[in-house]
């Protein structure tokens, strides 16, 4: 299936046959995708009187209670209302969900013994492109992305620096294949989620940050359409589905 999109004047084909999605599924299990010091999410069948709802165990339907935490466990997308005292539903923030997109993929950098994501880089993985939607895919990009318990690890983040450059370049929608853009002990800094969110100064209410994606390695750097899908939940985080698809020549 063809599709063609008109695009500041410019008419690009996408297959939407050919989807390529970038979510990490919750799964309920030991090793379903972890960060920020919580258990594993769990998916179980609902007892209440007697009643246990699993066609196995005899009931007419399977009927699953799940628990897990949208910043922990899954890809989601979140908004300001993450880092705000006052309450911004990122299902309120994001309205529209189709966008152009740049795909790049970034080796973080050492610093001060961390590894890091500067101004630099994205400058020059950017260069002059405008881009509503920026993805990151960090190198080493294995496999095992969708089943990493990221907590105590000091995983890679984003420089200040380079959260401002983003917003310099006009981007609203930051995807990264990382469980946040902000280093995992940062006394509550926050400095890349503030920067990205301008929340000291007039905050980017309709901007996103999407954390924990999985980039697969078949899909090049360059630019694509990117449908960014979330769970209608009226909260600051969200699970999501982005879904890139590649602009035919």
Partial sequence: MIAS????????????????????????????VNAWYLGPPTITAHKQDGFIGSVEDGAPVNFNDI??????????????????????SVNQKLKKFFFL?????????????????????????????KRKAVVIRTLPN???KRTRQYSDTNPPYLLEEAAQYLVKKGVDHLLIDLPSVDKERDNGDLLAHKAFWNVNG????????????????????????????????????????????????
Avoid at 105 to 127: C, H, R, W
């Fill in 202 to 249: 007039k905050p980017r209410e309709k901007a996103t940050i999407t954390e924990f994606i999985y980039v697969p390695n078949t899909a090049e750097d360059g630019t694509y359409f990117l449908d960014l899908q979330v769970a209608p939940m009226e909260n600051d985080a969200s699970p999501s589905r982005p879904v890139l698809y590649k602009i035919e020549d």
């Fill in 5 to 32: 999109i008109k695009h500041n004047s410019r008419i690009y084909k996408i297959d939407l046959g050919s989807p390529i999605d970038i979510s990490i599924p919750l799964t309920g299990r030991e090793n379903n």
């Fill in 101 to 129: 997109a740049e795909l790049v993929t970034v080796a973080p950098e050492q610093m001060n013994g961390d590894f890091v994501i500067s101004e630099k880089q994205l400058k020059y993985t950017l260069g002059n492109k």
């Fill in 142 to 144: 294995l496999s095992d």
């Fill in 67 to 88: 628990w897990f935490n949208p910043h922990s466990h899954v890809t989601h997308t979140e908004c300001l209302g993450h880092i705000t005292e006052a309450f911004h």
